[in-house]
């Protein structure tokens, strides 16, 4: 069975981190490009990071850069979004996307909420 389980999220004071995770079976997680977004009430689902199948290059929104980091581990079939400097528009549920071809599938999300 194809699951995306996000895991990590949480209440955090703005300037602190949270490290995000998303376990994946059910598919050849490999290779599968992987990505994270995030939706807040009323607003489109925004994609927030992407990483390719072999890891390595990676790519951001602008509002991110600097601050989040997307990383996998293909021995494990999870990635990971490293957060760090979080700020409240930061808030938001996080979710797990994975794409290959026009494959894509979703996790449950997360919920992160910066404030103080």
């Known amino acids: 069975q194809l699951q995306l389980v996000e895991s990590g999220g949480g209440l955090v004071q703005p300037g602190r981190f949270l490290r995000l995770s998303c376990a994946a079976s059910g598919f050849s997680f490999w290779s599968y490009t992987m990505m994270w977004y995030r939706e807040t009430p009323g607003n489109e689902r925004e994609s927030v990071a992407r990483i390719g199948s072999a890891g390595g290059a990676a790519d951001y929104v602008d509002s991110v850069k600097g601050r989040f980091t997307i990383s996998r581990d293909n021995t494990k079939n999870t990635v990971y979004l490293q957060m760090n400097s979080l700020k409240p528009e930061d808030t938001a549920v996080y979710y797990c996307?994975?794409?290959?071809?026009?494959?894509?599938?979703w996790g449950q999300g997360t919920q992160v909420t910066v404030s103080s």
């Open positions: 996307n994975a794409r290959s071809g026009f494959a894509a599938y």
